[in-house]
């Protein structure tokens, strides 16, 4: 027995399978549709016996059985199709051709000696070897005795040696990991890192690992994104394999360049990249590394000429904008108040440079909240329709207006017009209202009717974005840190030419 | 009888450490023997089906009455059996499995001992489920807490350090292939990225690496971490410290401390060092892990003050634990190679060492200690001989062997590796002169113990076989010396032991053991002279060969036969040099023809045999024809020399020389008809010897098969086994071949713990199965009666048979060898499935006869009876 180890478990398989054969032949009805379906299982059974099995004469006899079983279910598959069943009857003739072949072959081998093969033999198997008699084949397959199988095919592969390919030569070993840290315009990146559309940014990758595959002389680094590749393009990044690798280590610099097509709106998402590293294989193939360090990249593409945000007010819409871009940079978690904030700040932005432009508010020197409350409520409807109420209870108080859930609490400054003491005063309230609702940011406008003895200035100072300190440890160390939009409109304001009378009688009182 | 074995421990003559530990094993041996008697009669109480079965054993046994050897526990309604020589570790396992719910149990007397050792292990087995139970529940909380905490530090932490604590999350996961993966993950990101471990991920890290879980996977993080992150210095210390202090994986943290380089304070605080020693281990015969960072921690606290790491290996080489003394043998030899004056430090610890017991299983301290010393001897080779010469008059016999074998160690190839010189340059120069000169001494010093002198002998013939030429210049010294012992007619006198008050001196038995021990010492010493002065004699025969050809030929036969005979052999050595056989031969045919001595006759065959054994030529026709000629000579040591040469040289042979040898050896068959084992040679010798002519091999298998059945097992598995191998299933002999396989498998038994692929049964069925069907059929009568035979008692090897009958399609005798194997098994619970399984393949044998006779539905109503296997 070539090759074979008695083996009592393999033997008894082949009585069950014997066994199984029998029943199954038993039971077939060659006039039947669907027998031939039977038949599959069976074979498959033999020939994975077949298969742990050495090479021995018991072996040749079930060798002839699988062969009948084919020729066999060939046979009840041609007339299957024959009848209207599916399938490809030339193909399975051609097939059946084939196993008739072998099965004479085989069986013309096999009782060579025996008086009875030919006669079996032209019993069985039709002269021009194109199909069977079943009825026959189906009482020799059911008379022939099929041996044990006593031996089973030793295992020579000793010692035990696996028969590896590129890849798995790889797995064996300890799995690569690379450092990957990105530059953009020769900066460190930072998250989101803001860009404008249409310009050409230098995109530059640092790459440091300490084992390169010997099978491959390529790293390649590619970005991964869900962004329509028609929006943006990126160079291709590769990294050849260092002639040398000194210390167990190896470095690498990976330009080029990256550009986006058109601006994001307030509302969008950031842009994801993954960083993807990957070691090209001569076959083609990649094998993929983790990638430490940048292996995500965070984009938002901001164009400061044509903001998202427009309340009619170039400038302050600009500056409004990058308040929110700020704002979103360092809370990703507000993006989702995003929807109902941004009217309301277009709306205030909207008032704010309205009134300042119209100086609306010059002479009111002494006005009081609720005579202001009213003032503001119903420029607010003007823009922002009927949702936007007044006075609703909330967080044990009553808030001054309220849109869509965005508190604005009005205020009115007497007697310090310093912007800081302004946000510090007026945010507190506003901001315990919004946090009841789980939002961070709320908003407030304040008419600063304290005397201007020194000119307006810019009024985008008057629109402050204030981190509120809240209630419960240190703010910086806070999920959901308080934030307030604080608006300062300016009331009691004195003629512009005011302040030149007062520089010329400054001046002569200098002088004398 | 026992009184027998203790007179042999009691002996007077000096004892090897191998006695002692012989001695130590027996009393050991007697105590389990002990043991054993008192668990088999606890367990044939407690239940009366338990069987218990000596299945090997061996003189102590049989002396002492006990139990001592390997048996077999079993009980027909248990499942599996059991065998060892440790009854008391087996048979409580036993019936913990087999005996705590069965429905079977039959008392036999008193029962509390199995039901104490029900008892225990149920407990055993209650604390140890629970002990898991909290060891998994507190590993499911840390691991929800770090992945709650690594959740959070993600959202607050940088872009770039995220992928960093995604791998922590992946460390302290339940997936081993997944922590794994992490671990090699995070070991690199901290070599190459060392700054992108937020703090969360470096708290994480340190905390865990004092946990004997996680340890393992946050060490070698942390050790790149050390090199790179000096803001961590100082927690990384306490870390790794307190690791080696809890032995928490200390071969790490001591990697952490390293990759610390200056920042660490040396020597280490004590309790460390010994830590850091004690952890390693070295019981290992072939590899084992190395302690590399353990080491240069030692070797660096060595530096600063020697005293600290010597101090704590003093006290373990004077353990009485072997192991613990290998072990610490282990970390001097690794601290040696760097500072070898370690090895001179301890030197008077590791020669104290040698005092304490020691046995030759696994790793011997003995050993471990003497390569110490040897490595100490190449750094400093004359205070290291000086003082081993100084301490050997006050040790034992044992010890002063093991001290003179550490001069043997000096030759070992590794050594000189070890030491970076070349073989023959250097090594030649002081260190292998001072050994050589040492054992000469040795050798010649008849006031040391016989044994002491031999493994000196071994010593010397080591270095004359790698280093001829650094005791070439005592060659006739040697050779004078070893003349002069052959002059003795007595072996020299005991040395007196210490006679204890009540020891019995006169004992006639002891002083007759004594006498015989002393002679076979006495000539095992002799023999291993002879052989220092032979591999001299092979590697340096132009040196010394006309001096022991002169000497030859001036001596004479009747009064220095012993001599005489030793430099014949030398001439048998010399003659392997091709230039030096012309001028041997003619004192060597001398020496063959010499018939003054039968003694010189059979030396001189023996050195033709070893001057041809690697030669492409044949010696001249007329010294084969002298050896043949030997084949007949009526003296055994004469003729058993000439068939044992010509055994291997058949090919020296012309075809009427063979016929004239193999009617030579063919005529000793009858003559050793009763010594099996040596017909056993003579058989393999005639195989050997015909094989050269075809012709002649039926002859000679003939002759072989004459003398089988010798009735001894292993001779005559052995010859027909080699028979099977000789001749072909095809060949005229084949049917005599196969008439004595079969009665061999037949007659004798399996061996059951030999892998039966491997054994010459299989060979001899793995041959039956090739034999012609003429034959088959002529043999079928003897055939079926030995599977029958062997059926009644192996089931299993009856299945060899059950094949061959089925392959020549004799279904009916493969069903009845089945048949017999399967009522063989009945009754026994732990046989049942290969019972069945042996049913069911009697059932297609059934079958398959029936469907030869063409009874298809008989054959399917058979089969139907198989059902598939129980998983």
Redesign the interface.
Known sequence: ?KDG??D??H??????I??GL??TL?EINLRERGQAHQLTTLIEQIDKHLGETAE???SRTWQIVSIGLRTLQSQLRCREIAMGGNGEILGERERLSVLCSELRMQLSSFYAYSDSSTTLVEEVIEHNNRSVNSDRLLAFL???????T??RR?NTNYPFRRHSSESEDIDAS??????V?AFIDGSPLV?PQLLQPQLSYSLKFVV????WPNESDKLKLDLLTTLPASDYSVSDFMLQKPLKIEDN?YEGELAGQIRFGTAQTLLSENISFVVRCAFQLPSGSHYEV???????L?FRIVDPERQSFMSGHRRLDQHVAGLLEKLRGENPAIVDEMPDLIPVLEALTNLHGTYAQGAVLKDATKIRERDFHPLVLRDLRFMLGKEVQEHPSQAGGYTDIRYRGVVIELKVEGKNGDRTHICQKYSKQATQYEGVEARQVSVVLVLDLTPKDEPLGDIRNDILLYDVPTHGGKDN?K?YPSKAFVFVVNGNIQDPSAYSKKRSYRRRMSSK | MIYTLFLVCESTMAKGKLEESFERENERAIKLGIENAEHIKNAKSWCKHFRAEMVSAGLLAQMSGLPIGSHAISCQHAEGSSESMNLPWIIPEFIVSNCAKCPHHVPNGDISWGERIIEKHNRQLQEREEAERARQNQLEKLRDQILELSVQAKQSSEIDERQILIFIEGLFSGDETKQKECSEWLVQSARIGADLFSPFAIDILLSQSRSQEFASFCLPICGELAERRTDLTSRLIEVACTAIEHRIYPELAAYVLLQLADKMYYPLPDKLTVNLIDHQEYNWPIGGPKYPNSNELLLRSFDAEPRSVANPLRTLLQHDDKRVRVNACGVIETLQHARPQIGLDLLPDLVASLDLHDDPYEESADARAGQCIANAFWSNPTQVDEFLVSQIPNKRPAVQQEIVAVYRKLIRDDVEHQHGKSPLAETTSLELRIAAKRCLEFVKDDKLDLEVRREAAEALEAISSKHPQTILLHFDSLLGYYALNCTLSEPPDLRLGIILPNQSTSDPRLKQLDEIKRRQHWGFFKRKLLDVIKKLAENEPATVGETVIRCFEGLDTKTNEDFKSATVALLGEIGKGYAFQPRVLPPLMKALMDYESQVIRATAIRAVEEMYRHAQSAPPKNLVDILILHLNDRYVIVHKAAIRALEWKGRWLSRSQTIEALTGMIGWLNAYRNDPYYLDDLCQAIVQVAAHYPDLKNLAAKSVTRVLPTNEQLVDEKLVESLTRYIQPDEPTAEAVARHIVWCLGQYHRDRYQGSQFSERARMFEWLYQIPQAIYVRIKPVLIEAAKQIAVRDAFESCFFAGLFARRGDYAEEENVLAVAADSLSGEKRYHRFRKELLDLRAVAAANAQLNNGNISTAQQLLSQITEPEQ
């Open positions: 027995v180890e008695l009592i478990t033997a008894h398989n082949s009585a069950v014997v066994a029998h029943k038993g021995s004469e018991e059911r008379s022939v005795p099929m041996p044990i006593y031996w030793k300890i799995t690569p990991l690379v450092r840290i998250s440091r690992g300490i084992i280590q983790p990638v430490i360090g940048h292996n995500q965070e160390q999920q």
